[in-house]
């Protein structure tokens, strides 16, 4: 990614995220309905970027080596192995995967 | 104070760990070493960095990753109004505390703090320690990263999927949660198909914030 791009991207997340953790000191009478919600935001989205990343443009699933990988780092996640655990073996899974079967 | 960084101590190994895989990812990605850093400088927010990179590696444009990464750091308005009566100083220096406050940290606060009200200097103390070992991790990823070779036979693209499940996991304790979670998957799956990129997730979000409760 050149330079400039990844300036806008590193700006554009720091400004956002800077608004969203002054708001509290800012405005601290924003009712409690409304902050009480965003604990649903981050579920919501962590899965629906998991449904997007297993799915090609039509919606149907894709079956590439992404599948398993996802499928290992879901179970190991179930038996609360650590992030960085997870992550690792969903990519050595998927490098397994090509390097064996060409996928 | 010393119980304060006996408690963060665990979880500052976790965030260096975290970190250093965060960098390697990102110049995998092909993002300029340099705005790795300073992204974890400036966003300090590990779930929001790793989203947006997942969404630029996926091929999606840099308003789409800025708009996820954002959207799931929308829970620290939520988080900065409860730290803020404890935080000291005038509203400026207030939101600027309020910027240390993670996951961990804000969770170690409201562990040291009575109800309603978590503790200050834990949040400080704590954020400031975790903020330092999140850029060190992120920078020495940096620097290894271009060593380990091509992203792509490394397994480097299943990565990110592999850590969104990792990190949705812990988060699906009650019902809510797992409602929301569904919910989202269903919605983004379902606008996919004919909206451009960022809608699914636009949706996504909306479908969280209704299902929340």
Sequence with gaps: MAGPLALALVLGLAGLSYAMRATGALLPNLPAAITSRTGGLAPALLAALVAIQLTGPNGVIHLDVKVPAVLVAALLAAFRAPFIICVIAGAVVAALLRAVFHL | MRQILLAAAPIAIAVFVFGASFGVLAVAAHLPAWSV?????????????????????????????????????????????????????????????????????????????????????????????????????????????????????????????????????????????????????????????????????????????????
Aim: hydrophobic share 55%; charged share 10%.
């Design chain 2, 37 to 213: 850093v300073l992204m974890s400088a400036l966003v300090f927010a590990g779930s929001a960095q790793f989203a947006a990179l997942g969404v630029i590696v996926a091929g999606g444009s840099v308003l789409t990753a800025i708009f996820a990464g954002a959207l799931l750091n929308l829970r620290f308005v939520a988080t900065g109004i409860a730290v803020a009566q404890s935080l000291p100083g005038s509203r400026l220096l207030r939101s600027l505390l309020a910027q240390l406050s993670i996951d961990e940290s804000y969770a170690l606060s409201v562990r040291a703090g009575v109800p309603g009200r978590p503790d200050g200097k834990t949040l400080l103390v704590t954020g400031a320690c975790l903020y330092v070992v999140w850029i060190l991790g992120t920078s020495i990823g940096a620097v290894l990263g271009p060593v380990l070779g091509d992203p792509k036979r490394l397994g480097l693209d299943a990565a990110f999927p592999a850590g969104f499940v990792a990190l949705l996991w812990p988060m699906l304790s009650g019902r809510h949660a797992v409602r929301c979670a569904i919910g989202g998957a269903a919605v983004a799956l379902a606008l996919a198909p004919f909206t451009p990129p960022g809608i699914p997730l636009a949706g996504a979000a909306v479908v969280g914030l209704w299902l929340a409760r």
